[in-house]
């Protein structure tokens, strides 16, 4: 079936350090990916997407490359901050599911001064 | 701009007792859904809606029942509330468009089940 696994965590880190979450998936067909972030006592906003391969989606610093070949949407920043502190799930979407998304099980980060 | 909105933010309830978690939203989005989140388990969809007056089970729909009466509303019933519902629901919308768009979420409910 269709499934999204990655790194759980939890990850700590400190300020300006550098971040790679790890995301892979099993889809049929052509998947649209997505990573969403929820801060502490919020619900989930989109970060960022991509809906084909090697597209590369980019917001607040963070980016993740659509790589088909390796099934894996890895979700990475370059310096991250205290205010990225959060959870972090990889997604995917399939067109024959109506928009139905498939969650992994999140990834919890900290990020200390 | 309210986007989705969830009432109660936090709930606690006896075992065996009933309650329906609201969902709202302004966007005239077609698709709606609920997930629970657990530790561990990342977000689990309960039941979802293609548009008003359709309704479907998703992965985890023993125990909650759903109904669509108009674009905007979602409500999750929880009939006769077990322990094992204690969670964190989220309801979520997004435009009937295809694979490509975002799911916009609410704050979430907490509840408990004593």
């Known amino acids: 079936g269709n499934s999204v696994t990655q790194m759980e965590g939890p990850v700590t880190l400190s300020e300006e350090a550098f971040l790679t979450i790890n995301c892979t998936y099993t889809?049929?067909?052509?998947?649209?990916l997505f990573w969403y972030v929820q801060y502490p006592g919020e619900g989930l906003q989109l970060l960022l997407k991509a809906t084909k391969a090697d597209d590369k989606g980019s917001n607040k610093g963070f980016e993740a490359t659509y790589r088909k070949e390796t099934t894996s949407f890895h979700l990475e920043k370059g310096s991250v901050q205290v205010s990225d502190s959060a959870v972090y799930f990889c997604a995917l979407t399939l067109k024959t599911s109506y928009d139905k998304v498939i969650f992994g099980p999140g990834t919890s980060l900290s990020v200390i001064p | 701009n309210a986007g989705v909105t969830q009432t109660p933010k936090f709930q606690v309830l006896k075992t065996g007792q009933s309650m329906t978690l609201q969902c709202a939203q302004d966007m005239n989005h077609e698709y709606m859904s609920w997930y629970r989140q657990d530790p561990g388990m990342g977000l689990r969809l309960i039941h979802y809606?293609?548009?008003?007056?359709?309704?479907d089970q998703g992965e985890v729909p023993n125990g909650y029942n759903v109904s669509r009466s108009t674009t905007e509303d979602f409500p999750l019933r929880l009939l006769l509330a077990a322990p094992s519902q204690t969670s964190v629901y989220f309801c979520?919308?997004?435009?009937?468009?295809?694979?490509?768009?975002?799911?916009?979420f609410g704050q979430g409910t907490r509840l408990t089940v004593v």
């Open positions: 809606s293609v548009g008003a007056g359709i309704t």
């Open positions: 979520a919308s997004s435009p009937r468009q295809g694979a490509k768009t975002e799911a916009f």
């Open positions: 889809a049929t067909g052509y998947p649209s």
